[in-house]
């Protein structure tokens, strides 16, 4: 029986986001545990939906030791600081040292973090780590949907799986494919890869494997690939908010044998290829998506202010949506979750039943100015809940205080800690119901779907000010390779 390595470090890096991200990011709780090592990392990580807890579960009972050393992560954001990358890898190299005589490693990555100085923060990290354990020992990592391929990561691997859905309602399931890759490593079989990197970007709206769109078509076509003698062929998105020359989608496959793994790449680019035009969408301005909800007919609405996704890089207090929302004098509706530390802090002090006069969001660039008005406080809560969406599930949320609260109609539920709202445990902790509402504004991109897409007659996509930018084509990429293009 094997001993196994685990560890975890991840972060997908907006590049054209304000930075850097700095260590308090990693050492801080969000929906995610915080910075945690050794035998605490089996606790909070325990039957959350992420990837080193499937990974965990699916080995407890086959007899092999679980030998946890570290696991952190941080929200999307800009480049991480050097001095952060630094610390946290020395930490695990450290563990790694002291960790004993292992036989595998198990890595839970996002795949496309980039620091001050490294455009392939993963590859580095995982150079670093061959260095201490040598070329042979197994490592099988999880990686995200967005992950940005490289061919360090691929070498220096023997196999990495990245999550097949967006919203990524399968990272424990990614987790759980890991393992059964671990085994069969461990069993002293041997698989070859092969990969491919696709020259185009995708925006972010427009990879939602949900329904029919054309990504979840490709997810459907790579299963039918996908054989016990080439169990992994897959097509990873990757992360279109990233300015370095390894951005844009792979296909990577294993396999038992090079030919078979270059069989599955080129049978599945072939299909990405014939299916890529149709990656698209309509992109609202908020008065437009406004007008809509005025002037036809829905039962309920949810407007996605993706370039405010604190899950792709947004800052997750801009204005730009609720301020609509009040100039068209809608009511019935909500805006989640706008962070705003001190202004929960205010609604606190003040308490349930009063009415506060202080700015409320927009401290941050694109994405101003704050709102200035009356709020009536409605609810408070202290941020610590559990997710029970498909997305969030088994997460230990710990999002500082937070409130809700009312103005001239439209209810804003706020955080102390940006957090995508792609779960109604968020409102539920405030004591309201999505369902209450006829308008939705959630800053999200994609994830909502997973928990709120039900709900709705009508979804709408809005470009409202913001850092995750949705239209690629006003980003102002310099360091793409040569021949990338944006759909
Ligand atoms: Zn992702």
Not at 13 to 23: E, I
Not at 105 to 114: A, C, N, P, R, Y
Not at 310 to 322: A, E, F, N, R, V
Not at 385 to 407: K, N, S
Request: net charge negative; hydrophobic share 45%; with cysteine.
């Amino acid at each position: 029986m094997a001993r196994i390595g685990i560890l975890g470090f991840l972060h997908e890096t907006n590049t054209f986001a304000p930075g850097p991200t700095t260590l308090d990011r990693f050492i801080e709780a969000d929906a995610w545990p915080g910075l945690v090592e050794g035998p605490a990392l089996l606790d909070a990580t325990h039957a959350m939906n992420l990837a080193v807890s499937g990974f965990m579960a699916a080995l407890r009972g086959t007899g092999h030791t679980l030998v946890p050393l570290l696991w952190c992560s941080a929200n999307p954001s800009g480049p991480v600081a050097d001095a952060a990358f630094e610390t946290v890898v020395a930490r695990i190299e450290d563990l790694l040292c002291q960790a004993g005589p292992l036989d595998a490693l198990f890595l839970d990555l996002h795949g496309s973090m980039v620091t001050e100085s490294l455009d392939d923060a993963e590859g580095e990290l995982l150079r670093r780590l061959r260095a201490i354990t040598g070329p042979a020992m197994p490592y099988v990592a999880a990686l995200d949907f967005h992950a940005i391929i490289t061919q360090a990561m691929v070498d220096q691997t023997q196999a990495m799986v990245a999550y097949h859905s967006y919203p990524h309602v399968d990272m424990a399931d990614t987790g759980a494919r890991a393992a059964r890759m671990m085994q069969r490593l461990l069993a002293g079989e041997v698989f070859h890869a092969a990969w491919k990197k696709l020259d185009f970007l995708v925006s972010m709206p427009w990879q939602s494997t949900l329904g029919q769109e054309p990504a979840g078509r490709i997810m459907a076509r790579a299963r039918t690939l996908e054989a016990p003698d080439r169990p992994e062929v897959q097509f990873i998105p990757g992360f279109p908010n990233s300015d370095t020359p390894e951005s844009g989608p792979a296909i990577l496959a294993y396999a038992r044998t090079p030919d078979l793994a270059q069989a599955g790449v080129q049978a599945l680019a072939a299909d990405v290829t014939g299916l890529q035009q149709a990656f698209s969408g309509t992109l609202h301005t908020p008065d437009e998506a406004l007008q809509i909800v005025r002037t036809q007919a829905a039962r309920r609405t949810i407007l996605a202010d993706t370039q405010d996704n604190p899950g792709g890089g947004g800052s997750g207090d801009t204005t730009g949506m609720l301020q609509a929302l009040l100039d068209h004098r809608l009511q019935n509706a909500a805006v989640a979750l706008l962070c705003d530390a001190p202004f929960s802090l205010a609604a606190h002090q003040a308490g349930v039943g009063t009415t506060i006069r202080h700015p409320l969001g927009g401290r941050n660039t694109p994405g101003g100015p704050p709102v200035e008005g009356d709020f009536e406080v409605l609810a408070l809560g202290d941020g610590k809940f559990t997710g029970t969406g498909p997305f969030y599930q088994g997460c230990r949320m710990d999002l500082g205080p937070m409130a809700r609260v009312r103005i001239c109609g439209v209810d804003v539920l706020i955080s102390s800690r940006k957090q995508q709202a792609a779960d109604q445990a968020m409102f539920h902790h405030l004591g309201a119901n999505p369902q209450d509402y006829s308008i939705l504004v959630l800053k999200s991109s994609v994830h909502f779907r997973a928990d709120f897409g039900a709900l709705a007659d009508r979804i709408l996509v809005v470009k409202a000010p913001g850092a995750n930018t949705a239209d690629l084509h006003e980003l102002r990429y310099t360091r793409l390779r040569p021949g990338v293009t944006i759909l």
